[in-house]
C-alpha cells in the first residue's frame, strides 16, 4: 500500500516536472533572442499557444500576448519586447517595432471594474518603437505612429501621428497616388 502510495507521488512528480521544463522550454524560446529568434520555429510555438498567424511572418523575442486572442496576418513584423494585453486583430504587413504595447484590455478607473475593446492595425501600418495603443483603436491602412506617442483615437489611413496624445503631423501618400 505504502509502495502504492509512493509510487503514485512519484509518477506525479515526474508528471509536474516534465510540465514545469516545458513552460521553461517555451519561456526560453519565447524570451531568447539567440534560440529560434523570428524564425519559422517560434512561429510554430506560438502557434501551439493559440496565436493565428499568417505566412511569412518574423516575431522576435520577448512578446508578451494574450496568445489566443491574437489574429495575424501575412508579412508581419514584430520586433522585440512587445506586448498585446488582451489580443488584437494585426492585418498584412504590418510592422510593430521593438516595446510596441496594444492595450485591448484595461479597468474603469472609477471602479476598476476590466475593459475591453478590440484594437486593429489595417494592413501596412507602421507603428514605431515604444508607443501605446489604447483600448477600442484602429490604426489605419498604411497610417504611421510616431515613437514612443500615446494613441487614444482612431488614426485615418495614410497618416502620421505623434506626441501624447497623438495627434496627426503628416499625411503620407499611398503608392498609387505618387
Ligand atoms: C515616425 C518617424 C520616422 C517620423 O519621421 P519623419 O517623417 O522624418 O517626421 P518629421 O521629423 O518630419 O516630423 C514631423 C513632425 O512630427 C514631430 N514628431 C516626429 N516624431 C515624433 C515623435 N516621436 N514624438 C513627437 N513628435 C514627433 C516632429 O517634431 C515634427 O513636428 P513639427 O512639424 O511641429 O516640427 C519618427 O518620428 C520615428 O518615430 N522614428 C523612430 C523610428 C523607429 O522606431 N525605429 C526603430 C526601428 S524600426
Known sequence: MRFRYYFRGTRRFIKNRKRKFLLWLSELFLDSEYILDGTPKRNWFLKRLGMEIGENCKIDSGLWADWSRVKIGNNVLI??????????????????SAGVQLLTAGHNPSDMSVVFAPIIVHKKAWIATNAIILSGV?????????????????????TMVAGVPAKVVKNLKSKEDK
Open 79 to 96: 520586433r522585440e519586447n512587445c506586448r498585446i494585453w488582451g489580443g488584437a486583430i494585426i492585418e498584412d504587413d504590418v510592422v510593430l
Open 138 to 158: 484602429e490604426i489605419g491602412e498604411g497610417a504611421c505612429v510616431a515613437a514612443g506617442s500615446v494613441v487614444t483615437k482612431n488614426v485615418p489611413p495614410y
